[in-house]
């Protein structure tokens, strides 16, 4: 997979379970929700954190959308997430065990811990 060859991508992953959401353009545009404490944020993401993102997502193969194998984990934090670049869109739900060793591992990682950092302030 290929970000755009203008460098353009835009993501939502939704933390099931948590009640979060993080929604991300390539542009910087950024916001981060806590439905459960009742905080959204909108801010605009660093160079730095795009170009981490951009390289990550162009890293991705055609399968990288292909469904994990299910797991019984109740207790994990589940991810959706939909990404769009290009004519090419994923869709990809995974869990704590699941996301494990696949492509979208990093990808999942790095937005996690922009959430994490928006919603901390």
């Excluded at 981490?52 to 299910?70: M, Q």
Aim: net charge neutral.
């Amino acid at each position: 997979m290929t970000v755009n060859q203008d460098g353009t991508f835009t993501g939502t992953i939704y933390f099931v379970g948590l009640d979060r959401e993080l929604r991300i353009a390539s542009t910087g545009e950024l916001s981060a929700m806590d439905r459960r404490r009742k905080t959204t944020t909108i801010r605009r993401a660093g160079a730095a954190q795009i170009a981490e993102l951009s390289a990550l997502i162009s890293k991705l193969s055609e399968r990288a959308g292909t469904p994990a194998a299910p797991t019984d984990c109740r207790d994990c934090v589940r991810y959706r997430l939909q990404l769009q670049t290009g004519s090419r869109t994923i869709n990809a739900e995974l869990d704590d065990v699941n996301v494990a060793g696949t492509e979208l591992e990093s990808l999942i990682g790095a937005l996690t811990a922009l959430l994490n950092e928006s919603l901390a302030g």
